[in-house]
């Protein structure tokens, strides 16, 4: 039972910092990204393929999911410049489908349908049963990075230019404010850190497969955000860890509905995830912690006007 706790708060931890990547962009620039299982398996497929075929260190992996993810958010960014803003939503989606069709053929790189298996974990030899609880906690310590520099970014001056791009794109032009680049590199970061949660799973599961990046994910994150408050990081923290909580639980519960099979008891946990979420989401329109935009600093006294 303690291994199991351990390998749900671990995917939770993982899922927040999906959560945490979307908040960034949807709830602070306002850009919509349909697309995030795409990024996720793209920082997975980085890391495992460089620790497994290219011997490489885990560390090297983890990094260099952040550039990929990161390099992969800002070509997608720069390609709709010229598009209106809800195209971009489109984009991403046909960039997660591409991603997994590509991995689901492409046997010579990626294994296709088989999957990469046997991706190492940090001393898994050697800490054996101990191995989740260690693992846990690394998850944890970067989810903790990862918070504390999106409340950085969110109180900050560059938070508050991200946000009036997400009121009226227009206005914050007119002001001077270079809207693309605040774009591509908002759009950057979050890319990144959903590929670094990429690495992180595959490290932790040692397998990764096309199946596990459906965009089932996208719309659990989504849901997690919006239930938890969008706009605000702790919301999305705390979104994913009741998403998780609700996927897990609604498992145990179909299980007690007698005379259904196992298609039926499947479809049943989806219906019950979306009536508590759509329950969430009545009674807190906002989410659960709503956003708190922090009033404009005061001028300084005697200063120029």
């Known amino acids: 039972m303690a291994s199991y706790l351990l390998f749900i708060a671990t995917v939770g931890g993982i899922y927040g910092l999906l959560a945490l990547s979307l908040n960034l962009i ?5 850009m919509v990204n349909l697309g995030l299982a795409g990024f996720f398996a793209v920082g997975a497929y980085a890391s495992a393929l460089l620790t497994t075929s290219g011997g490489a260190p885990i ?38 489908e591409v991603v997994r ?29 101990n191995f ?8 944890i310590a970067v989810l903790i990075l990862v918070f504390v520099l999106m409340r950085r970014i969110d109180r900050s001056p560059y938070g508050r230019v991200l946000r009036a791009i997400r009121e009226d794109a227009q206005v914050a032009q007119v002001a001077g404010k270079p809207v693309l680049r605040f774009k591509a590199e908002a759009f950057a970061l979050s890319a990144a850190i ?19 990046f459906l965009p089932l994910i996208t719309v659990y994150i989504f849901l997690a955000v919006a239930s938890g408050g969008t706009g605000r990081p702790a919301g999305a923290l705390l979104g994913a860890y009741l998403v998780m ?3 897990e639980s609604s498992r145990f519960l179909v299980e007690l509905i007698p005379a259904v099979t196992a298609v039926q008891r499947a479809a049943l946990k989806e219906l019950l995830i979306a009536v ?7 009674l807190k329109p906002s989410g659960v912690l709503p956003e708190r935009i922090p009033p404009a600093p005061r001028p300084i006294p005697g200063g120029s006007s």
């Open 26 to 30: 949807w709830g602070g620039a306002g």
């Open 59 to 96: 560390l090297a992996g983890w990094a260099i999911a952040l550039v990929a993810g990161g390099a992969a958010g800002l070509i997608v960014t720069l390609s709709t410049t010229r598009l209106r803003e809800d195209y971009l939503a489109i984009v991403t989606l046909g960039f997660a």
């Open 101 to 129: 069709l590509v991995a689901a053929n492409e046997i010579w790189l990626t294994r296709g349908t088989d999957g990469i298996s046997g991706i190492p974990g940090p001393w898994k030899a050697v800490l054996g049963q």
């Open 132 to 139: 989740n609880a260690i693992y846990f906690a690394i998850v």
């Open 194 to 212: 959903a590929g670094l949660a990429g690495a992180l799973y595959g490290h932790f599961t040692s397998y990764i497969a096309p199946d596990l």
């Open 245 to 247: 909580t609700l996927l």
């Open 276 to 282: 508590a979420l759509i329950l969430v989401l009545r």
